[in-house]
């Protein structure tokens, strides 16, 4: 029962509550986290075009797993992407082989790897999750369920990654060291494992993420990386958050990396700091081979927070919301931390 003294508490505190909300609007200040939603990130600079496309199912309160599967879907038919999608690098064989995953808010997912002939591997992925009782389909049986499903088969290999292929093919040097052969992915870029990953939280705070490459450039025929690897290339929670990979894949398995990361901030970590602690495993693990590669991780919590980290420079990450159109952001790193100090 209510009397005077609990009514005098009650009437102050939300005054005080309604004081603070002003003066947070004013300043720009989130007060809740449904002040941060919808929201949309996503790897690499060609993560700006992809948030644009997640953007516009976002802002009419569409689904996030609708938003992510369109997003992503911009760089893989991006013929100027060598690294994602249909323009992707062949492997050592001349064959065009691409992965992907999916996950949505209820813990579904979908995956396909080393999949050829059809140029949305996404979109296949969310079939395997929606229309199968299986999580992943590789190879020829990928791309026959694609097909079965209506979507065409086509050629991928294009003029300008035959090209790359046979100038690579003059030495074709096998060398065991990771991202060695993927120089010819970004001219200027060292390090090139592009995946883009993406992960999107939508009005009604439920989040979703997916991820698609074309893997290392030259690789071995039937190599499949991280990317299509639920808990390695892609991992959500939706009671905690989601966390997505880049960079060398066989690394980011070993310490199934997106899973660490998620299960991190539900230990109250932030998405910055979960990224850099499973940066900094990798390294511990391996300091020798951390040297020559690169792995990057992005995450976002249920409040919208996010974050990232890599081994090397160079690594950045758009976002996407109401406040911040057409962000690049770039992403800290453990080489760069080291030169600081």
Same mark, same amino acid.
């Given at each position: 029962?209510?009397?005077?003294?609990?009514?005098?508490?009650?009437?102050?505190?939300?005054?005080?509550?309604?004081?603070?909300?002003?003066?947070?609007?004013?300043?720009?200040?989130?007060?809740?986290?449904?002040?941060?939603?919808?929201?949309?990130?996503?790897?690499?600079?060609?993560?700006?075009?992809?948030?644009?496309?997640?953007?516009?199912?976002?802002?009419?309160?569409?689904?996030?797993?609708?938003?992510?599967?369109?997003?992503?879907?911009?760089?893989?038919?991006?013929?100027?992407?060598?690294?994602?999608?249909?323009? &992707?690098?062949?492997?050592?064989?001349?064959?065009?082989?691409?992965?992907?995953?999916?996950?949505?808010?209820? &813990?579904?997912?979908?995956?396909?790897?080393?999949?050829?002939?059809?140029?949305?591997?996404?979109?296949?992925?969310?079939?395997?999750?929606?229309?199968?009782?299986?999580?992943?389909?590789?190879?020829?049986?990928?791309?026959?369920?694609?097909?079965?499903?209506?979507?065409?088969?086509?050629?991928?290999?294009?003029?300008?990654?035959?090209?790359?292929?046979?100038?690579?093919?003059?030495?074709?040097?096998?060398?065991?060291?990771?991202?060695?052969?993927?120089?010819?992915?970004?001219?200027?870029?060292?390090?090139?494992?592009?995946?883009?990953?993406?992960?999107?939280?939508?009005?009604? &705070?439920?989040?979703?993420?997916?991820?698609?490459?074309?893997?290392?450039?030259?690789?071995?025929?039937?190599?499949?990386?991280?990317?299509?690897?639920?808990?390695?290339?892609?991992?959500?929670?939706?009671?905690?958050? &989601?966390?997505?990979?880049?960079?060398?894949?066989?690394?980011?398995?070993?310490?199934?990396?997106?899973?660490?990361?998620?299960?991190?901030?539900?230990?109250?970590?932030?998405?910055?700091?979960?990224?850099?602690?499973?940066?900094?495993?990798?390294?511990?693990?391996?300091?020798?081979?951390?040297?020559?590669?690169?792995?990057?991780?992005?995450?976002?919590?249920?409040?919208?927070?996010?974050?990232?980290?890599?081994?090397?420079?160079?690594?950045?990450?758009?976002?996407?919301?109401?406040?911040?159109?057409?962000?690049?952001?770039?992403?800290?790193?453990?080489?760069?931390?080291?030169?600081?100090?």
């Amino acid at each position: 029962m209510y009397n005077r003294r609990k009514f005098i508490k009650l009437t102050a505190l939300t005054a005080s509550v309604a004081t603070l909300s002003k003066y947070a609007t004013a300043k720009n200040i989130p007060t809740v986290p449904g002040d941060r939603l919808p929201i949309v990130i996503s790897t690499w600079d060609f993560g700006v075009a992809a948030n644009k496309e997640a953007w516009k199912t976002l802002e009419k309160g569409g689904r996030a797993l609708d938003a992510v599967e369109a997003g992503v879907k911009i760089p893989e038919a991006d013929m100027k992407n060598h690294t994602v999608g249909r323009a &992707g690098y062949p492997d050592r064989d001349g064959r065009v082989t691409l992965d992907a995953c999916i996950m949505d808010e209820f &813990g579904n997912c979908g995956s396909v790897a080393a999949m050829e002939n059809i140029a949305h591997p996404i979109t296949v992925a969310r079939l395997v999750m929606e229309k199968t009782p299986h999580v992943m389909l590789v190879g020829d049986g990928a791309t026959q369920f694609a097909v079965e499903q209506g979507i065409k088969k086509e050629k991928l290999l294009t003029p300008e990654s035959e090209k790359a292929w046979k100038k690579w093919l003059v030495k074709a040097q096998y060398s065991p060291k990771m991202n060695i052969e993927n120089e010819q992915h970004r001219p200027g870029s060292k390090y090139n494992h592009d995946t883009i990953g993406m992960l999107a939280i939508d009005a009604k &705070g439920n989040i979703s993420g997916a991820c698609t490459t074309s893997g290392m450039a030259f690789k071995l025929h039937g190599r499949v990386g991280d990317s299509p690897i639920i808990g390695a290339g892609l991992f959500v929670d939706n009671e905690v958050g &989601g966390a997505t990979s880049t960079g060398v894949g066989e690394e980011v398995i070993r310490n199934v990396g997106s899973f660490l990361v998620v299960e991190l901030m539900r230990q109250g970590y932030s998405p910055r700091d979960a990224c850099k602690e499973a940066v900094h495993r990798i390294i511990k693990k391996k300091p020798e081979i951390a040297k020559e590669i690169q792995v990057g991780f992005l995450a976002i919590n249920k409040k919208g927070e996010y974050g990232a980290y890599a081994i090397q420079e160079g690594f950045s990450f758009a976002v996407c919301d109401k406040n911040k159109q057409d962000l690049l952001i770039p992403g800290e790193s453990y080489y760069k931390d080291i030169k600081k100090n």
